[in-house]
Each structure stands twice: as C-alpha cells, then as structure tokens.
C-alpha cells in the first residue's frame, strides 16, 4: 500500500470540485473533494452575511479547480494578490473556508495532524470558555444561567457586559451592567473565571466608564470594548484598568493586529480563524501574539470545523491560552432541530466524545490527520433543505436609536 508521505508526493491531489452548504443554525460549510477522493472540510460562515460569502467561495473556486492541492499557501495567497480588492470580512471568510479545508486534505494526505505541520504541539490540551447570560437577560435569568453552565462542567464563562449604551449612558445601561456582573459573580462563586464582552456596543466614554465600574467582580479579561473602527482610543483605555483588554473578532487581517500591538492596545488577540482568512494568517497572529509577550484567545462561536482548526493553532502556539467553545450558545440554538445539540450534529457520532472536556475544562488536542474531525456531509446536504435564516440582531436605544448589536 502506498504510503501517505509517498501519496503526497504524488501528482494526485488535483482539486476537483467544491461544493458548499448553508445550513442551520447559522453556518456556511464547505467541502473540497479530490480527483482520487480525498475530502477537507471547511467554514465560511460569517454570521448574517452567508449568501455574499457564498457567493466569493465560488468566485475563487473558478481559479482553483484543476490546482494542486498540496500548493494550498501559494493558491491562498494567490486568490489575494490576484484581486486588486481584497482584504474585508467576507473576503477573508470565504478564503478561510477553502484554506482550511486545504490544510485539511494536506493533512490527511500526509497522515498527520495540523498542529505538527505548524511544527508540533506544544500543549496536549486547551483550556475553553463558556458563553452564558443570553443576551441581555436581567441579573436573575443571567444568574440562573450562568450558575446552570457551571453546573455542565464550565470553569470560565463570557457574557455580553452590557446592552447597548448611548455615547453617555442616561438610561441606566451601566447600572444595569454593574448589577447583572454582580448577580452572576455571586452565582458562580469566586474560582469561576469571567470575562465580558463590550462587543462594541459602547462609543469611548462609556467604554471608559464601564471598564472600571465592573471591575468590583475581578474579570479574567474585557472583550471589545469599542468596535475595530476606534481602535486607536484602546491605549487608553488599556491604560485605565487593570484588566487585560482582548479584541480582534471583527479584524480581518493580520496586519490590522500589528497594527494594535504596535500601539499597545490590547494584551489577548482573538482572531477569529474564519475571519481573517484561515489558519495561516492565524498562525502568524499566534506569532506576533508570542513574539510581544501578550496572549492568543481565538474568538470562535462557530462550527467544529473552525473550532478545531483553531484548537490545532492555539496548541503549536506558546502564546496560546484558551479558547472559545459555543457548544449550548444561544446564538446556535437558532434553526435547531431535533434532540441533537446543533453544534455536533453534522459530525459523525463517533467523533463527539473528542469535544467533551475534562475536569479541568480543557479539550484534548487532536491527534488524527489534518484537522482531525469527522464530518457528515450526508447530514450537511440534509439541512440544507432547512435553510439558515439568522441575521443580526436588531437593538435600539430608548429614544429609538438603532444601535450596535
């Protein structure tokens, strides 16, 4: 039998075709298949936008097919250079997808995981977080949830910190933001680690504001506390709290973080894989994360296609920390069906035991080749007769001010 060295050696991994699904809850998923039939899988969701992604997915697929899927780098960064307009969240997500179910079929091609074509792990497992509080629930359904995650073997939850806050706050918003930190505290206890998620609702005063007034309940870090449009103001904001300020969801480029790093405005980088265009460019933030002494936490409330890649860049990185895991998020119970938790539903059952985690609330670090999940594709084509319906989140201010989710 031919060797899996030997078989990447060979001029067999010509892309045939790739095919995509939008399926619930709010996913956009993809597949890319082989001339001799291997597979990867990969995720171009970008939550609320799927049919544009989709639709730069099979733009780029045109220059694809017929290419050797072992030069996955130089056909990634090629689909860049190529366009003169490029860079941008629906860009980068629908060249995440292809990039990473390239790693995926290198991986598989060659027998081994991810991780040790970044270089090797560094750690065997990864500490994840949580979500809890829904989304805006008073102190007492925030409380009663949060406690509730806890009791499903959680150690670390995030929250949205706040609704959304006028440019100075005269409805309230921060009182009430005070208050819901304080109730889940006291329902979680003090060994639970909490972090809040401004998640850009609040312009700079308030950002301000809020970053010292919940600091009474000891945060392990404050995600986003402006959108990336104002990043310039997070130096200061870094200079007025004690607590580790972390962003880069909504950024798209690996240079946007240098960007931040150069001015010392964030201590926790949370690219988000699908987002900045795969697992490449995450790794190189991974890089400058470890090369400035300051930490990588992936944002990823996503599938388990983007989670395990970035679980494989997080375990080859010294600057990796923990990660985000939205299994039971309420954005994901949206579209859901059945008994099964939407987050494992469109992997084989044999694989979900590999998503539970342990006493110490870490995920083992997957040792099979490439990305090392097993994805049902029968069931992905299934749900996509379902459809994915999710959009933003419509929020307003008291005086009628539509505000940012």
């Given at each position: 039998m031919?060797?899996?060295l030997?078989r990447?050696?060979?001029?067999?991994?010509?892309i045939d075709?790739?095919e995509t699904?939008?399926?619930?809850?709010?996913?956009?998923?993809?597949?890319?298949?082989?001339?001799?039939?291997?597979?990867?899988?990969?995720e171009?969701?970008?939550?609320?936008?799927?049919e544009c992604?989709?639709?730069?997915?099979?733009h780029?697929?045109?220059?694809?097919?017929g290419?050797?899927?072992?030069?996955?780098?130089?056909l990634?960064r090629?689909?860049?250079?190529?366009?003169?307009?490029?860079?941008g969240?629906h860009?980068?997500?629908?060249?995440?997808?292809?990039?990473?179910?390239?790693?995926?079929?290198?991986?598989?091609?060659?027998?081994?995981?991810v991780?040790?074509?970044?270089?090797g792990?560094?750690?065997?497992?990864?500490?994840?977080?949580r979500?809890?509080?829904?989304?805006n629930n008073?102190?007492a359904?925030?409380?009663?949830?949060?406690?509730?995650?806890v009791?499903q073997?959680?150690?670390a939850?995030?929250?949205?910190?706040c609704?959304?806050?006028?440019?100075?706050?005269?409805y309230g918003?921060?009182?009430f933001?005070v208050?819901?930190?304080m109730?889940?505290?006291?329902a979680?206890?003090?060994?639970?680690?909490?972090?809040?998620?401004?998640?850009?609702?609040?312009?700079?005063?308030?950002a301000?504001?809020?970053?010292r007034?919940?600091?009474?309940?000891d945060p392990?870090f404050?995600?986003?506390?402006?959108?990336?449009?104002?990043?310039?103001?997070?130096?200061?904001?870094?200079a007025i709290t004690?607590?580790p300020?972390a962003?880069?969801?909504?950024?798209?480029?690996a240079a946007?973080f240098?960007d931040?790093v150069?001015?010392?405005g964030?201590?926790i980088?949370?690219?988000?894989?699908?987002?900045?265009?795969?697992?490449?460019?995450?790794?190189?933030i991974a890089?400058?994360?470890?090369a400035?002494?300051i930490?990588?936490?992936?944002?990823?409330p996503?599938?388990?296609?983007a989670?395990?890649a970035?679980l494989?860049?997080v375990?080859?990185?010294?600057?990796?920390?923990?990660?985000?895991?939205?299994?039971?998020i309420?954005?994901?119970?949206?579209?859901?069906?059945?008994?099964v938790?939407?987050?494992?539903?469109y992997?084989?059952e044999?694989?979900?035991?590999?998503?539970d985690?342990?006493?110490s609330?870490h995920?083992a670090?997957?040792?099979l080749?490439?990305?090392g999940i097993?994805?049902?594709?029968?069931?992905?084509?299934?749900?996509?007769?379902?459809?994915?319906?999710?959009?933003?989140?419509?929020m307003?201010l008291p005086d009628g001010t539509l505000a940012?989710?």
């Amino acid at each position: 039998m031919e060797s899996d060295l030997a078989r990447l050696n060979t001029p067999s991994l010509i892309i045939d075709r790739i095919e995509t699904a939008l399926v619930p809850p709010r996913w956009g998923l993809l597949r890319i298949l082989t001339r001799d039939g291997l597979e990867g899988f990969g995720e171009f969701t970008l939550e609320g936008q799927l049919e544009c992604t989709r639709a730069l997915v099979k733009h780029f697929g045109e220059h694809l097919i017929g290419k050797d899927a072992r030069d996955f780098r130089r056909l990634c960064r090629g689909l860049y250079d190529l366009h003169f307009y490029h860079a941008g969240p629906h860009f980068a997500s629908a060249l995440a997808g292809i990039e990473v179910a390239l790693w995926d079929i290198a991986g598989k091609a060659c027998g081994l995981p991810v991780h040790r074509m970044l270089g090797g792990k560094i750690r065997d497992k990864v500490k994840v977080y949580r979500w809890a509080g829904g989304n805006n629930n008073d102190p007492a359904a925030a409380a009663e949830e949060a406690a509730r995650v806890v009791e499903q073997g959680a150690l670390a939850l995030k929250l949205n910190a706040c609704p959304p806050l006028a440019a100075i706050d005269t409805y309230g918003g921060v009182r009430f933001a005070v208050e819901r930190a304080m109730a889940v505290r006291a329902a979680v206890g003090e060994a639970v680690d909490l972090a809040f998620d401004f998640h850009g609702r609040c312009n700079v005063p308030m950002a301000r504001r809020l970053a010292r007034e919940l600091e009474l309940v000891d945060p392990m870090f404050y995600e986003e506390p402006v959108r990336p449009d104002y990043n310039r103001w997070l130096p200061e904001i870094a200079a007025i709290t004690h607590i580790p300020i972390a962003t880069g969801e909504r950024m798209s480029t690996a240079a946007e973080f240098s960007d931040v790093v150069a001015a010392k405005g964030a201590h926790i980088l949370q690219p988000d894989l699908v987002h900045v265009g795969g697992i490449t460019p995450t790794a190189e933030i991974a890089a400058l994360a470890s090369a400035n002494g300051i930490a990588l936490a992936p944002h990823c409330p996503l599938s388990p296609i983007a989670f395990a890649a970035s679980l494989h860049v997080v375990a080859q990185s010294p600057a990796g920390w923990i990660m985000e895991w939205s299994k039971g998020i309420h954005y994901n119970a949206h579209g859901a069906t059945e008994d099964v938790d939407p987050w494992l539903r469109y992997l084989t059952e044999n694989t979900w035991a590999m998503f539970d985690t342990d006493d110490s609330a870490h995920i083992a670090v997957p040792e099979l080749p490439g990305l090392g999940i097993s994805v049902n594709w029968a069931e992905v084509e299934r749900a996509t007769a379902e459809a994915s319906t999710w959009r933003d989140i419509a929020m307003y201010l008291p005086d009628g001010t539509l505000a940012n989710w």
